[in-house]
């Protein structure tokens, strides 16, 4: 599970966050990201952020194979304070409760990854 809590604020700490859970992804892992704070609007349709990092794959081409995946969840309480419903997000991502974020860190061999 990568946990994401930056947006277009960290640049830097948001790519690498992206960048892990996709290469991780492409490695056959089962992956989940997991948005609070500025970093649900990379699940937004129509305001991902553009990170304009040089020598970094841009961002929607990395949070595009885990929306497909159905691993993108946003923070109920984060997307409430932006009044973001589930209308408003990426087709294969959702919003959904701290406890589903408990439920599945807790499982046997799974770590989170916080950046």
């Known amino acids: 599970m990568v946990k994401i809590t930056c947006g277009a604020e960290a640049p830097e700490r948001a790519n690498q966050a992206w960048t892990v859970a996709a290469t991780a992804l492409a490695a056959g892992a089962e992956v ?12 937004v349709r129509d ?22 995946t159905g691993a993108v969840v946003v ?7 932006r009044e973001l419903t589930q209308a408003d997000l990426l087709d294969g991502s959702r ?13 046997p061999d799974v770590q989170a990854l916080v950046y």
């Open 75 to 81: 923070c109920t309480q984060c997307a409430a304070r």
């Open 32 to 43: 989940g990201v997991w948005l609070t704070g500025e970093a649900v609007w990379f699940a």
């Open 47 to 68: 305001a991902q952020p553009d990170l304009g990092l040089e020598h970094a794959t841009p961002v929607a081409e990395l949070v595009a194979p885990l929306v497909e």
């Open 95 to 107: 919003i959904a409760g701290a406890a589903t974020f408990v439920e599945r860190v807790l499982q």
